[in-house]
Nanobody
Framework: VQLQASGGGLVQAGGSLRLSCAASGRTFSAYAMGWFRQAPGQERKLVAAINWRGGGIYYAESVKGRFTISRDNAKNTGYLEMNSLKPEDTAVYYC????????????????WGQGTLVTVSS
């Protein structure tokens, strides 16, 4: 499956963005997916994950209550709604997919999108 992330940009602290991850090539509904982020000089970290049905949702502690992961299998698209953004949310955000949510959460996934930059100004 090929993944295309979009929706990043520059936003002020407290603002919102919605990232999209468009899938093609294989049946998107067969895969769990997740969002990761990598800030400058840091390792890539898991932000949120969701299973193929839209359940089994996991959030990193740093984004709980502010970010919402979802998916629309009919549209072959996953989403990350980000609210109350903070400067520390600044990073390149990647979507990823694999057979099950446990594998996605491990980060050892087979399929990655290209990344979209989110910059939050203070």
């Amino acid at each position: 499956v090929q993944l295309q992330a979009s929706g990043g940009g520059l936003v002020q602290a407290g603002g919102s963005l919605r990232l999209s991850c468009a899938a093609s090539g294989r049946t998107f509904s067969a895969y769990a997916m997740g969002w990761f982020r990598q800030a400058p000089g840091q390792e890539r970290k898991l932000v949120a994950a969701i299973n193929w049905r839209g359940g089994g949702i996991y959030y990193a502690e740093s984004v709980k209550g502010r970010f919402t992961i979802s998916r629309d299998n009919a549209k072959n698209t996953g989403y990350l709604e980000m609210n109350s953004l903070k400067p520390e949310d600044t990073a390149v955000y990647y979507c990823a997919a694999d057979d099950n949510v446990a594998t996605v959460m491990s980060g050892r996934v087979d399929y990655w999108g290209q990344g979209t930059l989110v910059t939050v100004s203070s």
